[in-house]
Protein backbone atom coordinates (compact mmCIF):
# COMPACT_ATOMS: atom_id res chain seq x y z
CA UNK A 1 0.00 0.00 0.00
CA UNK A 2 3.13 2.44 0.65
CA UNK A 3 4.86 1.73 -2.58
CA UNK A 4 1.39 2.19 -4.30
CA UNK A 5 0.87 5.67 -2.68
CA UNK A 6 4.48 6.69 -3.16
CA UNK A 7 4.29 5.87 -6.85
CA UNK A 8 1.24 8.07 -6.96
CA UNK A 9 3.33 10.99 -6.00
CA UNK A 10 6.12 12.10 -7.83
CA UNK A 11 8.08 14.12 -5.85
CA UNK A 12 9.54 15.64 -9.11
CA UNK A 13 11.14 18.61 -6.94
CA UNK A 14 13.19 15.96 -4.78
CA UNK A 15 13.95 14.11 -7.48
CA UNK A 16 15.53 16.95 -9.84
CA UNK A 17 17.88 17.59 -6.91
CA UNK A 18 18.96 14.37 -6.39
CA UNK A 19 19.22 14.24 -10.34
CA UNK A 20 21.19 17.33 -10.19
CA UNK A 21 23.70 15.52 -7.22
CA UNK A 22 24.36 12.69 -10.02
CA UNK A 23 24.87 14.86 -12.85
CA UNK A 24 27.34 17.06 -10.85
CA UNK A 25 28.76 15.28 -8.28
CA UNK A 26 30.96 11.94 -9.35
CA UNK A 27 33.20 11.49 -12.23
CA UNK A 28 32.59 13.68 -15.37
CA UNK A 29 32.34 12.69 -19.02
CA UNK A 30 34.96 15.20 -20.75
CA UNK A 31 33.87 17.42 -23.16
CA UNK A 32 34.48 16.54 -26.71
CA UNK A 33 37.18 18.74 -27.68
CA UNK A 34 35.95 18.77 -31.44
CA UNK A 35 32.96 20.78 -30.71
CA UNK A 36 34.23 24.80 -31.10
CA UNK A 37 32.15 27.36 -29.57
CA UNK A 38 32.28 30.72 -31.91
CA UNK A 39 30.79 33.63 -29.75
CA UNK A 40 29.36 36.70 -30.21
CA UNK A 41 30.30 38.20 -27.23
CA UNK A 42 30.93 41.53 -25.78
CA UNK A 43 34.53 42.19 -27.56
CA UNK A 44 32.92 41.30 -30.91
CA UNK A 45 30.70 44.35 -30.38
CA UNK A 46 32.68 46.55 -28.64
CA UNK A 47 35.08 46.21 -31.75
CA UNK A 48 32.96 45.93 -34.26
CA UNK A 49 31.30 49.22 -32.86
CA UNK A 50 27.75 47.65 -32.89
CA UNK A 51 25.51 47.07 -31.11
CA UNK A 52 23.74 43.41 -30.26
CA UNK A 53 22.07 41.96 -32.86
CA UNK A 54 24.64 42.25 -34.80
CA UNK A 55 24.09 43.36 -38.66
CA UNK A 56 24.00 40.64 -41.16
CA UNK A 57 26.88 42.12 -43.17
CA UNK A 58 29.01 40.96 -40.83
CA UNK A 59 27.49 37.78 -40.56
CA UNK A 60 28.03 37.28 -44.18
CA UNK A 61 31.97 38.24 -43.98
CA UNK A 62 32.18 36.18 -40.65
CA UNK A 63 30.83 32.87 -43.22
CA UNK A 64 33.34 34.01 -46.16
CA UNK A 65 36.25 34.54 -43.67
CA UNK A 66 35.98 30.49 -42.06
CA UNK A 67 35.77 29.05 -45.43
CA UNK A 68 39.68 29.00 -45.27
CA UNK A 69 39.89 26.54 -41.58
CA UNK A 70 37.77 23.74 -43.19
CA UNK A 71 35.85 22.86 -40.05
CA UNK A 72 33.82 19.61 -40.26
CA UNK A 73 30.39 21.48 -39.87
CA UNK A 74 29.36 24.81 -38.90
CA UNK A 75 25.69 25.33 -36.45
CA UNK A 76 24.82 28.70 -36.96
CA UNK A 77 22.42 29.62 -34.02
CA UNK A 78 21.62 33.31 -34.24
CA UNK A 79 18.11 34.75 -34.54
CA UNK A 80 18.08 35.96 -38.15
CA UNK A 81 14.43 36.97 -37.76
CA UNK A 82 16.09 39.46 -35.18
CA UNK A 83 18.74 40.53 -37.18
CA UNK A 84 16.63 41.36 -39.85
CA UNK A 85 13.89 43.26 -37.79
CA UNK A 86 17.47 45.23 -36.61
CA UNK A 87 18.77 46.33 -40.64
CA UNK A 88 15.91 44.95 -42.83
CA UNK A 89 17.81 46.46 -46.07
CA UNK A 90 21.03 44.61 -45.36
CA UNK A 91 18.87 41.04 -46.42
CA UNK A 92 18.07 41.97 -49.77
CA UNK A 93 20.91 43.61 -51.23
CA UNK A 94 24.36 42.08 -51.59
CA UNK A 95 24.62 40.26 -48.15
CA UNK A 96 21.90 38.05 -47.92
CA UNK A 97 22.84 36.51 -51.17
CA UNK A 98 26.76 36.65 -49.99
CA UNK A 99 25.68 34.55 -46.90
CA UNK A 100 23.90 31.95 -48.75
CA UNK A 101 26.75 32.13 -51.23
CA UNK A 102 29.33 31.16 -48.61
CA UNK A 103 27.16 28.48 -47.29
CA UNK A 104 26.87 26.68 -50.40
CA UNK A 105 30.54 26.81 -50.93
CA UNK A 106 30.87 25.56 -47.18
CA UNK A 107 28.78 22.74 -48.55
CA UNK A 108 30.72 21.98 -51.72
CA UNK A 109 34.00 21.59 -49.69
CA UNK A 110 31.92 19.15 -47.50
CA UNK A 111 31.39 21.32 -44.31
CA UNK A 112 27.88 20.59 -42.84
CA UNK A 113 25.96 23.81 -42.46
CA UNK A 114 22.78 24.27 -40.46
CA UNK A 115 20.89 27.14 -39.07
CA UNK A 116 19.60 26.66 -36.24
CA UNK A 117 15.62 28.79 -35.77
CA UNK A 118 13.38 29.29 -32.96
CA UNK A 119 10.15 27.79 -31.75
CA UNK A 120 6.95 30.10 -31.43
CA UNK A 121 4.05 28.64 -29.42
CA UNK A 122 3.42 26.15 -32.51
CA UNK A 123 5.60 26.26 -35.16
CA UNK A 124 9.33 26.94 -36.51
CA UNK A 125 9.91 30.88 -37.04
CA UNK A 126 12.29 30.13 -40.28
CA UNK A 127 14.54 32.23 -41.05
CA UNK A 128 13.55 35.40 -43.35
CA UNK A 129 14.19 35.80 -46.60
CA UNK A 130 16.48 35.19 -48.55
CA UNK A 131 18.23 33.25 -45.66
CA UNK A 132 15.33 30.26 -45.89
CA UNK A 133 16.88 28.25 -48.60
CA UNK A 134 19.51 27.67 -46.55
CA UNK A 135 19.35 24.03 -44.07
CA UNK A 136 17.07 24.88 -41.10
CA UNK A 137 15.57 23.08 -38.29
CA UNK A 138 14.31 23.94 -34.59
CA UNK A 139 16.82 24.85 -32.02
CA UNK A 140 15.48 25.15 -28.99
CA UNK A 141 16.51 24.80 -25.38
CA UNK A 142 13.91 23.13 -23.36
CA UNK A 143 14.19 24.68 -19.43
CA UNK A 144 12.12 22.29 -17.12
CA UNK A 145 9.73 24.67 -15.87
CA UNK A 146 6.05 22.61 -15.32
CA UNK A 147 6.16 19.30 -14.73
CA UNK A 148 9.89 18.21 -13.86
CA UNK A 149 11.05 20.35 -10.77
CA UNK A 150 9.58 23.96 -12.13
CA UNK A 151 13.10 25.19 -11.83
CA UNK A 152 13.81 26.80 -15.38
CA UNK A 153 16.86 23.99 -15.31
CA UNK A 154 17.75 22.29 -18.85
CA UNK A 155 18.12 18.51 -18.25
CA UNK A 156 16.91 17.26 -21.61
CA UNK A 157 16.58 18.31 -25.23
CA UNK A 158 14.33 18.22 -27.95
CA UNK A 159 15.49 15.42 -30.36
CA UNK A 160 12.18 15.81 -32.83
CA UNK A 161 8.74 17.38 -33.15
CA UNK A 162 6.05 17.01 -35.35
CA UNK A 163 7.78 14.44 -37.09
CA UNK A 164 10.65 16.79 -38.03
CA UNK A 165 13.96 16.46 -36.38
CA UNK A 166 15.32 18.86 -34.18
CA UNK A 167 18.94 21.02 -34.90
CA UNK A 168 21.05 18.96 -33.01
CA UNK A 169 19.59 15.18 -34.14
CA UNK A 170 19.94 16.82 -37.35
CA UNK A 171 23.53 17.96 -37.50
CA UNK A 172 24.53 14.33 -35.91
CA UNK A 173 22.86 12.66 -38.36
CA UNK A 174 24.44 14.84 -41.30
CA UNK A 175 27.85 13.78 -39.19
CA UNK A 176 27.05 10.67 -39.62
CA UNK A 177 27.12 9.63 -36.17
CA UNK A 178 23.49 8.48 -36.38
CA UNK A 179 21.41 6.54 -38.80
CA UNK A 180 18.95 8.22 -40.93
CA UNK A 181 16.31 6.70 -38.72
CA UNK A 182 18.53 6.10 -35.66
CA UNK A 183 17.52 8.15 -32.29
CA UNK A 184 20.18 8.70 -29.17
CA UNK A 185 19.74 6.16 -26.65
CA UNK A 186 17.58 7.04 -23.64
CA UNK A 187 14.93 8.88 -26.12
CA UNK A 188 11.21 8.86 -25.04
CA UNK A 189 8.80 9.99 -26.83
CA UNK A 190 5.89 12.73 -25.48
CA UNK A 191 2.42 12.02 -27.54
CA UNK A 192 1.09 15.51 -26.39
CA UNK A 193 3.41 17.60 -28.66
CA UNK A 194 4.16 14.39 -31.19
CA UNK A 195 7.97 14.77 -30.09
CA UNK A 196 10.66 13.02 -28.80
CA UNK A 197 12.92 13.80 -26.27
CA UNK A 198 16.23 12.60 -24.60
CA UNK A 199 17.96 13.64 -21.09
CA UNK A 200 21.63 14.39 -22.24
CA UNK A 201 24.56 14.86 -20.33
CA UNK A 202 26.42 17.55 -19.08
CA UNK A 203 30.24 17.31 -19.72
CA UNK A 204 33.10 18.21 -17.02
CA UNK A 205 32.24 21.38 -15.41
CA UNK A 206 30.57 23.41 -17.96
CA UNK A 207 31.01 26.74 -16.06
CA UNK A 208 32.16 29.80 -18.07
CA UNK A 209 32.89 31.47 -14.02
CA UNK A 210 36.36 28.83 -13.66
CA UNK A 211 39.25 30.53 -14.11
CA UNK A 212 40.60 27.86 -17.20
CA UNK A 213 37.31 27.48 -18.71
CA UNK A 214 39.05 24.99 -21.71
CA UNK A 215 40.38 23.09 -19.20
CA UNK A 216 36.84 22.36 -18.40
CA UNK A 217 34.51 23.34 -21.15
CA UNK A 218 34.59 23.45 -24.99
CA UNK A 219 36.84 25.15 -26.51
CA UNK A 220 35.62 29.09 -27.32
CA UNK A 221 36.85 31.43 -29.68
CA UNK A 222 35.65 35.19 -30.43
CA UNK A 223 33.64 36.19 -33.47
CA UNK A 224 35.49 39.10 -34.15
CA UNK A 225 38.70 37.28 -33.89
CA UNK A 226 37.97 35.08 -36.92
CA UNK A 227 36.64 38.02 -38.83
CA UNK A 228 39.61 39.55 -38.51
CA UNK A 229 42.34 36.50 -39.08
CA UNK A 230 43.57 36.46 -35.72
CA UNK A 231 43.37 32.53 -35.53
CA UNK A 232 45.48 29.92 -36.84
CA UNK A 233 44.66 28.60 -39.78
CA UNK A 234 44.99 24.80 -38.63
CA UNK A 235 42.99 26.20 -35.32
CA UNK A 236 39.81 25.51 -36.66
CA UNK A 237 40.17 22.05 -38.86
CA UNK A 238 37.88 19.63 -38.59
CA UNK A 239 36.10 20.84 -35.45
CA UNK A 240 32.45 21.22 -35.13
CA UNK A 241 31.63 25.15 -34.97
CA UNK A 242 28.70 26.39 -33.22
CA UNK A 243 27.97 29.68 -33.36
CA UNK A 244 25.84 31.75 -31.35
CA UNK A 245 25.58 34.68 -28.77
CA UNK A 246 28.03 34.65 -25.59
CA UNK A 247 26.96 38.63 -24.62
CA UNK A 248 26.22 39.97 -21.52
CA UNK A 249 25.28 43.24 -23.13
CA UNK A 250 22.12 42.19 -24.27
CA UNK A 251 19.72 40.47 -21.84
CA UNK A 252 17.26 38.43 -24.45
CA UNK A 253 20.76 36.63 -26.75
CA UNK A 254 22.17 36.18 -23.29
CA UNK A 255 20.06 33.77 -21.82
CA UNK A 256 21.92 32.47 -18.99
CA UNK A 257 20.51 28.81 -17.98
CA UNK A 258 21.90 27.86 -14.45
CA UNK A 259 22.35 24.09 -14.62
CA UNK A 260 22.03 23.92 -10.64
CA UNK A 261 22.01 27.36 -9.11
CA UNK A 262 24.38 27.57 -7.04
CA UNK A 263 27.26 26.19 -9.08
CA UNK A 264 26.79 26.24 -13.06
CA UNK A 265 25.34 29.44 -14.63
CA UNK A 266 25.57 28.04 -18.73
CA UNK A 267 24.81 30.19 -21.75
CA UNK A 268 22.23 28.37 -24.12
CA UNK A 269 25.68 28.14 -26.25
CA UNK A 270 27.35 25.92 -23.86
CA UNK A 271 23.87 23.37 -23.41
CA UNK A 272 23.73 23.39 -27.35
CA UNK A 273 27.59 21.89 -27.40
CA UNK A 274 26.39 19.45 -24.52
CA UNK A 275 23.27 18.11 -26.42
CA UNK A 276 25.18 17.44 -29.35
CA UNK A 277 27.93 16.41 -27.55
CA UNK A 278 25.46 13.74 -25.98
CA UNK A 279 24.10 12.65 -29.31
CA UNK A 280 27.48 11.82 -30.58
CA UNK A 281 28.75 9.86 -27.83
CA UNK A 282 25.69 8.52 -27.24
CA UNK A 283 25.61 9.18 -23.60
CA UNK A 284 22.57 10.23 -23.03
CA UNK A 285 20.26 9.04 -20.02
CA UNK A 286 18.36 5.91 -19.88
CA UNK A 287 15.50 6.48 -17.51
CA UNK A 288 14.60 3.12 -16.15
CA UNK A 289 10.90 1.93 -16.56
CA UNK A 290 8.83 2.76 -13.70
CA UNK A 291 7.74 -1.38 -13.45
CA UNK A 292 11.37 -1.67 -12.01
CA UNK A 293 11.36 1.90 -9.85
CA UNK A 294 8.29 0.58 -8.56
CA UNK A 295 9.64 -2.84 -7.65
CA UNK A 296 12.91 -0.85 -5.90
CA UNK A 297 10.71 1.05 -3.98
CA UNK A 298 8.37 -1.88 -2.70
CA UNK A 299 11.57 -4.13 -2.02
CA UNK A 300 13.56 -1.30 0.30
CA UNK A 301 9.96 -0.39 1.86
CA UNK A 302 9.51 -3.83 2.77
CA UNK A 303 13.08 -4.80 3.92
CA UNK A 304 12.63 -1.38 6.10
CA UNK A 305 9.07 -2.11 7.32
CA UNK A 306 10.43 -5.93 8.23
CA UNK A 307 13.98 -5.14 9.95
CA UNK A 308 11.88 -2.33 12.17
CA UNK A 309 9.16 -4.89 13.48
CA UNK A 310 11.10 -7.99 13.83
CA UNK A 311 15.20 -6.86 14.76
CA UNK A 312 16.37 -5.22 17.27
CA UNK A 313 15.83 -1.22 17.59
CA UNK A 314 19.54 -0.75 16.87
CA UNK A 315 20.10 -3.09 14.60
CA UNK A 316 17.20 -1.40 12.71
CA UNK A 317 18.76 1.84 12.26
CA UNK A 318 21.88 0.55 11.29
CA UNK A 319 20.50 -1.80 8.44
CA UNK A 320 18.05 1.23 7.67
CA UNK A 321 20.75 3.17 7.32
CA UNK A 322 22.96 1.29 5.76
CA UNK A 323 20.36 0.58 3.50
CA UNK A 324 19.62 4.25 2.51
CA UNK A 325 23.37 4.73 1.68
CA UNK A 326 23.81 1.17 -0.51
CA UNK A 327 20.83 2.44 -2.44
CA UNK A 328 22.41 6.04 -3.11
CA UNK A 329 25.64 4.80 -4.00
CA UNK A 330 24.42 1.93 -6.23
CA UNK A 331 22.10 4.24 -7.91
CA UNK A 332 25.14 6.78 -8.64
CA UNK A 333 27.29 4.43 -9.78
CA UNK A 334 24.77 3.44 -12.46
CA UNK A 335 23.98 6.46 -13.33
CA UNK A 336 27.44 7.43 -14.18
CA UNK A 337 28.71 3.85 -15.46
CA UNK A 338 25.77 3.05 -17.06
CA UNK A 339 24.05 6.33 -17.89
CA UNK A 340 21.04 4.22 -15.94
CA UNK A 341 18.52 7.06 -14.44
CA UNK A 342 16.87 5.15 -11.06
CA UNK A 343 14.86 7.47 -9.09
CA UNK A 344 15.62 7.86 -6.07
CA UNK A 345 12.83 10.00 -4.32
CA UNK A 346 10.48 6.96 -3.76
CA UNK A 347 12.57 4.84 -2.34
CA UNK A 348 14.09 6.79 -0.35
CA UNK A 349 10.95 8.60 1.12
CA UNK A 350 9.76 5.32 1.29
CA UNK A 351 12.50 4.40 3.68
CA UNK A 352 12.18 7.54 5.61
CA UNK A 353 8.61 6.63 5.79
CA UNK A 354 8.20 3.51 6.38
CA UNK A 355 10.56 3.72 9.23
CA UNK A 356 8.52 6.41 11.39
CA UNK A 357 5.56 4.48 10.39
CA UNK A 358 7.25 1.24 11.76
CA UNK A 359 8.73 2.18 15.41
CA UNK A 360 5.76 3.68 16.67
CA UNK A 361 4.04 0.09 16.07
CA UNK A 362 6.97 -1.16 17.51
CA UNK A 363 7.22 0.61 20.54
CA UNK A 364 3.33 -0.01 21.25
CA UNK A 365 3.87 -3.69 20.73
CA UNK A 366 6.80 -3.54 23.14
CA UNK A 367 4.75 -1.36 25.57
CA UNK A 368 2.38 -4.35 25.54
CA UNK A 369 4.91 -7.26 25.66
CA UNK A 370 6.19 -4.94 28.97
CA UNK A 371 3.18 -4.66 30.34
CA UNK A 372 2.08 -8.52 30.05
CA UNK A 373 5.39 -9.15 31.48
CA UNK A 374 4.77 -6.78 33.99
CA UNK A 375 1.50 -8.53 34.68
CA UNK A 376 3.17 -12.37 35.04
CA UNK A 377 5.43 -10.42 37.12
CA UNK A 378 2.80 -9.39 39.74
CA UNK A 379 1.14 -12.54 39.48
CA UNK A 380 4.76 -14.88 40.05
CA UNK A 381 5.39 -12.30 42.49
CA UNK A 382 1.90 -13.17 44.81
CA UNK A 383 2.60 -16.81 44.33
CA UNK A 384 5.76 -16.72 45.48
CA UNK A 385 4.72 -14.92 48.49
CA UNK A 386 1.98 -17.61 49.37
CA UNK A 387 4.54 -20.22 48.70
CA UNK A 388 7.01 -18.42 51.12
CA UNK A 389 4.20 -17.88 53.93
CA UNK A 390 2.81 -21.65 53.00
CA UNK A 391 6.25 -23.01 53.65
CA UNK A 392 6.94 -20.62 56.93
CA UNK A 393 3.77 -21.64 58.09
CA UNK A 394 4.21 -25.26 58.07
CA UNK A 395 7.94 -25.26 59.27
CA UNK A 396 6.90 -23.30 61.88
CA UNK A 397 4.40 -25.63 62.72
CA UNK A 398 6.81 -28.56 62.36
CA UNK A 399 9.17 -26.86 64.22
CA UNK A 400 7.77 -27.60 67.63
CA UNK A 401 6.85 -31.57 67.33
CA UNK A 402 10.10 -32.32 65.83
CA UNK A 403 11.97 -30.72 69.06
CA UNK A 404 9.30 -32.52 71.08
CA UNK A 405 10.20 -35.56 69.13
CA UNK A 406 14.03 -35.37 69.77
CA UNK A 407 13.74 -34.25 73.08
CA UNK A 408 11.87 -37.52 74.30
CA UNK A 409 14.04 -39.68 72.32
CA UNK A 410 16.67 -38.33 73.86
CA UNK A 411 14.86 -38.69 77.49
CA UNK A 412 14.56 -42.00 76.63
CA UNK A 413 17.91 -42.96 75.39
CA UNK A 414 18.89 -41.98 78.97
CA UNK A 415 16.82 -43.29 81.45
CA UNK A 416 16.34 -46.70 79.46
CA UNK A 417 20.14 -47.17 78.53
CA UNK A 418 20.34 -50.11 80.87
CA UNK A 419 17.20 -51.89 80.31
CA UNK A 420 16.79 -51.79 76.78
CA UNK A 421 18.64 -53.78 73.82
CA UNK A 422 21.44 -52.81 71.70
CA UNK A 423 19.52 -52.46 68.61
CA UNK A 424 17.14 -50.63 70.40
CA UNK A 425 19.28 -48.41 71.45
CA UNK A 426 20.88 -47.83 68.07
CA UNK A 427 17.32 -47.05 66.38
CA UNK A 428 16.86 -44.53 69.35
CA UNK A 429 20.03 -42.50 67.97
CA UNK A 430 18.79 -43.04 64.70
CA UNK A 431 15.29 -41.54 65.71
CA UNK A 432 17.41 -38.49 67.35
CA UNK A 433 19.98 -38.12 64.39
CA UNK A 434 16.97 -38.03 61.81
CA UNK A 435 15.24 -35.61 63.88
CA UNK A 436 18.57 -33.20 63.70
CA UNK A 437 18.58 -33.49 60.12
CA UNK A 438 15.16 -32.46 60.46
CA UNK A 439 15.76 -29.46 62.02
CA UNK A 440 18.63 -28.54 60.64
CA UNK A 441 16.55 -28.60 57.35
CA UNK A 442 13.57 -26.53 58.75
CA UNK A 443 15.79 -23.68 59.99
CA UNK A 444 17.13 -23.43 56.68
CA UNK A 445 13.61 -23.24 54.94
CA UNK A 446 12.76 -20.84 57.72
CA UNK A 447 15.83 -18.51 57.02
CA UNK A 448 15.18 -18.84 53.62
CA UNK A 449 11.77 -17.70 54.10
CA UNK A 450 13.06 -14.78 56.32
CA UNK A 451 15.45 -13.29 53.24
CA UNK A 452 12.68 -13.72 50.82
CA UNK A 453 10.13 -11.38 52.65
CA UNK A 454 12.81 -9.34 53.34
CA UNK A 455 12.08 -9.85 57.53
CA UNK A 456 16.15 -10.34 57.85
CA UNK A 457 17.61 -7.45 59.82
CA UNK A 458 21.19 -7.58 61.38
CA UNK A 459 21.88 -6.73 64.47
CA UNK A 460 25.71 -5.59 64.25
CA UNK A 461 28.06 -5.92 67.36
CA UNK A 462 31.64 -5.47 67.70
CA UNK A 463 33.00 -9.06 67.47
CA UNK A 464 36.21 -11.21 67.36
CA UNK A 465 35.92 -13.40 64.67
CA UNK A 466 37.82 -15.81 65.74
CA UNK A 467 36.00 -16.50 68.96
CA UNK A 468 32.85 -17.41 66.51
CA UNK A 469 35.20 -20.07 64.65
CA UNK A 470 36.06 -21.62 67.64
CA UNK A 471 32.32 -21.83 69.28
CA UNK A 472 32.20 -23.68 65.83
CA UNK A 473 35.00 -25.61 65.91
CA UNK A 474 33.92 -27.09 69.65
CA UNK A 475 30.83 -28.04 68.37
CA UNK A 476 31.99 -30.11 65.18
CA UNK A 477 35.03 -31.79 67.21
CA UNK A 478 32.86 -34.93 68.06
CA UNK A 479 31.45 -35.14 64.45
CA UNK A 480 35.25 -34.69 63.10
CA UNK A 481 36.64 -37.47 66.11
CA UNK A 482 34.14 -40.52 65.28
CA UNK A 483 35.09 -39.90 61.24
CA UNK A 484 38.77 -39.75 62.21
CA UNK A 485 39.11 -36.13 60.91
CA UNK A 486 41.77 -33.57 61.66
CA UNK A 487 40.54 -30.11 62.17
CA UNK A 488 43.84 -28.30 61.88
CA UNK A 489 42.82 -24.55 63.34
CA UNK A 490 45.26 -21.42 62.29
CA UNK A 491 44.12 -17.97 63.68
CA UNK A 492 46.05 -15.30 63.78
CA UNK A 493 45.19 -12.23 66.56
CA UNK A 494 42.47 -10.17 64.87
CA UNK A 495 40.76 -6.92 66.20
CA UNK A 496 36.83 -7.18 66.71
CA UNK A 497 34.78 -5.43 63.80
CA UNK A 498 31.01 -5.18 63.38
CA UNK A 499 29.12 -7.88 62.08
CA UNK A 500 26.19 -10.07 63.15
CA UNK A 501 27.50 -12.63 65.30
CA UNK A 502 24.47 -15.20 64.89
CA UNK A 503 24.80 -14.39 61.00
CA UNK A 504 28.44 -14.98 60.69
CA UNK A 505 28.19 -18.06 63.02
CA UNK A 506 25.87 -19.73 60.96
CA UNK A 507 27.84 -19.27 57.72
CA UNK A 508 31.17 -20.71 59.77
CA UNK A 509 29.36 -23.56 60.81
CA UNK A 510 27.91 -24.08 57.04
CA UNK A 511 31.56 -24.15 55.99
CA UNK A 512 32.86 -26.64 58.56
CA UNK A 513 29.72 -28.93 58.31
CA UNK A 514 30.14 -28.95 54.46
CA UNK A 515 33.89 -29.65 55.18
CA UNK A 516 32.91 -32.42 57.15
CA UNK A 517 30.61 -33.60 55.09
CA UNK A 518 31.94 -34.09 52.23
CA UNK A 519 35.09 -35.43 53.04
CA UNK A 520 36.14 -38.97 53.41
CA UNK A 521 36.83 -40.41 56.73
CA UNK A 522 40.63 -39.89 58.12
CA UNK A 523 41.35 -36.69 56.35
CA UNK A 524 41.73 -33.31 57.18
CA UNK A 525 40.41 -29.94 57.28
CA UNK A 526 42.40 -26.81 57.55
CA UNK A 527 40.57 -23.46 58.74
CA UNK A 528 42.32 -20.09 58.94
CA UNK A 529 41.67 -16.65 59.51
CA UNK A 530 44.21 -13.32 58.96
CA UNK A 531 43.77 -10.06 58.13
CA UNK A 532 44.41 -9.36 54.80
CA UNK A 533 44.48 -5.12 53.78
CA UNK A 534 40.92 -3.92 54.51
CA UNK A 535 39.35 -7.70 54.42
CA UNK A 536 39.24 -10.22 57.28
CA UNK A 537 39.87 -13.57 55.34
CA UNK A 538 38.63 -17.18 56.57
CA UNK A 539 39.20 -19.96 54.93
CA UNK A 540 37.93 -23.62 55.15
CA UNK A 541 39.70 -26.09 53.52
CA UNK A 542 39.34 -29.46 52.91
CA UNK A 543 40.38 -32.54 51.08
CA UNK A 544 37.24 -34.00 50.44
CA UNK A 545 35.34 -34.84 47.17
CA UNK A 546 35.35 -31.59 45.54
CA UNK A 547 33.79 -30.59 42.98
CA UNK A 548 34.41 -30.45 38.94
CA UNK A 549 33.77 -26.74 36.99
CA UNK A 550 30.72 -27.79 35.99
CA UNK A 551 29.27 -28.33 39.42
CA UNK A 552 30.53 -25.43 40.82
CA UNK A 553 28.94 -23.69 38.50
CA UNK A 554 25.52 -22.87 40.45
CA UNK A 555 26.79 -23.38 43.86
CA UNK A 556 25.31 -20.52 45.35
CA UNK A 557 21.65 -20.75 44.13
CA UNK A 558 19.41 -21.79 46.24
CA UNK A 559 18.44 -25.72 46.82
CA UNK A 560 21.42 -26.35 44.57
CA UNK A 561 22.92 -29.60 44.68
CA UNK A 562 26.02 -30.92 43.11
CA UNK A 563 24.47 -34.88 41.55
CA UNK A 564 27.05 -37.01 41.72
CA UNK A 565 26.80 -40.84 43.47
CA UNK A 566 28.51 -39.44 46.88
CA UNK A 567 26.06 -36.22 47.40
CA UNK A 568 23.28 -38.71 47.12
CA UNK A 569 23.78 -40.20 49.82
CA UNK A 570 24.45 -37.46 51.95
CA UNK A 571 21.92 -35.09 53.24
CA UNK A 572 21.65 -31.55 52.74
CA UNK A 573 19.07 -29.01 51.75
CA UNK A 574 21.07 -27.43 48.68
CA UNK A 575 20.45 -23.99 50.77
CA UNK A 576 23.70 -23.34 53.06
CA UNK A 577 25.88 -21.68 50.10
CA UNK A 578 23.03 -20.08 49.24
CA UNK A 579 22.16 -17.81 52.45
CA UNK A 580 25.99 -17.99 53.39
CA UNK A 581 26.37 -15.60 50.23
CA UNK A 582 23.55 -14.03 51.51
CA UNK A 583 24.73 -13.29 54.58
CA UNK A 584 28.08 -12.51 53.77
CA UNK A 585 26.88 -9.97 50.86
CA UNK A 586 24.80 -8.47 53.99
CA UNK A 587 27.68 -7.61 55.53
CA UNK A 588 29.13 -6.18 52.19
CA UNK A 589 31.60 -8.93 51.70
CA UNK A 590 32.12 -11.91 49.42
CA UNK A 591 32.45 -15.55 49.29
CA UNK A 592 35.27 -17.40 46.98
CA UNK A 593 34.97 -20.83 45.94
CA UNK A 594 37.90 -23.28 44.72
CA UNK A 595 37.62 -26.87 43.76
CA UNK A 596 39.08 -29.51 42.24
CA UNK A 597 37.43 -33.31 42.06
CA UNK A 598 38.24 -36.18 44.02
CA UNK A 599 41.44 -33.31 45.19
CA UNK A 600 38.99 -30.58 47.52
CA UNK A 601 37.41 -27.13 48.14
CA UNK A 602 38.31 -24.17 49.69
CA UNK A 603 35.96 -21.76 50.85
CA UNK A 604 37.16 -17.92 51.61
CA UNK A 605 35.00 -15.27 53.06
CA UNK A 606 36.02 -11.69 53.09
CA UNK A 607 34.48 -9.36 55.83
CA UNK A 608 35.42 -6.10 55.00
CA UNK A 609 36.53 -4.23 58.15
CA UNK A 610 35.82 -0.91 57.35
CA UNK A 611 32.40 -0.77 55.65
CA UNK A 612 31.05 -2.78 58.87
CA UNK A 613 32.38 0.34 60.91
CA UNK A 614 30.56 2.71 58.44
CA UNK A 615 27.28 0.47 57.89
CA UNK A 616 26.98 0.71 62.19
CA UNK A 617 27.11 4.04 62.18
CA UNK A 618 25.16 5.17 58.74
CA UNK A 619 22.20 3.55 59.75
CA UNK A 620 19.81 3.65 62.05
CA UNK A 621 18.91 0.91 64.55
CA UNK A 622 15.15 0.40 63.45
CA UNK A 623 16.75 0.34 59.81
CA UNK A 624 19.35 -1.91 59.93
CA UNK A 625 17.74 -4.59 57.68
CA UNK A 626 18.93 -5.75 54.37
P1 LIG B 1 24.03 -28.84 51.14
O1 LIG B 1 25.41 -29.07 51.65
O2 LIG B 1 23.02 -28.80 52.24
O3 LIG B 1 23.65 -29.75 50.04
P2 LIG B 1 25.05 -26.29 50.33
O4 LIG B 1 24.38 -25.12 49.76
O5 LIG B 1 25.82 -26.09 51.56
O6 LIG B 1 23.94 -27.40 50.51
O7 LIG B 1 26.00 -26.88 49.23
C1 LIG B 1 25.55 -27.01 47.91
C2 LIG B 1 26.28 -28.11 47.18
O8 LIG B 1 27.63 -27.73 46.98
C3 LIG B 1 26.37 -29.38 47.96
O9 LIG B 1 25.24 -30.19 47.72
C4 LIG B 1 27.63 -30.01 47.42
O10 LIG B 1 27.34 -30.73 46.23
C5 LIG B 1 28.51 -28.81 47.07
N1 LIG B 1 29.49 -28.56 48.14
C6 LIG B 1 29.40 -27.63 49.11
N2 LIG B 1 30.49 -27.64 49.89
C7 LIG B 1 31.30 -28.59 49.40
C8 LIG B 1 32.60 -29.10 49.76
N3 LIG B 1 33.29 -28.62 50.77
N4 LIG B 1 33.15 -30.08 49.01
C9 LIG B 1 32.48 -30.59 47.93
N5 LIG B 1 31.23 -30.17 47.56
C10 LIG B 1 30.66 -29.18 48.28
Redesign the pocket.
Known amino acids: CLTALLLNMDFHYLEAKLYDLRMSKGFQTQPYLNIALITLDDKTTKELNNSAPLPLHFHSQFLEAIEKFKPKAVGYLVDFNHVYQANPQLFHREWGNRFIQAAKRLETQRTIFLLGTPFDVTEEVTPPLPLNVLPHSIAIIHNDGNVFAEDKITRRALLSLYGRSAFHLELTRKLGFLGKEELPKGSFHVPTVDGNYFFFRYHGSTSPLKDKPRQYSYPRYSFVDILKNRIPINALKNRILLVGTLSSDNASDFAFTPYSKSSFANPKLVIHANILDSMIHKDGIIPVPSLINGLITFIVTSAVLLWIMTSTPLYGVFATLILAFAFIITSHALFQLRGLWIRESQPLVGIFVSYYLAVPYRLIREYKKRWDYQRKNELLTQVEELKTNFLSLVTHDLKTPVARIQGLAEVLLRSSAETITARDRESLKHIIQSTEELNHFITSILELSKLESNDLHLRFESKDINQLIERSIESFKAQARTRSIKLLVHLEPLFPIQLDPSLIFKVIN?LID??L??SLSESEIHIHSKEENDWIVISVK?K????TSD?RQN?FTRF???KNDM?ASIP???????LTKYFIEAHQGRVEAE?EKNRG?T?RIFLPIRTSLVMQQDLPKENRNV
Open positions: NNAKYDGIGMELYRATGTGLGLYSSF
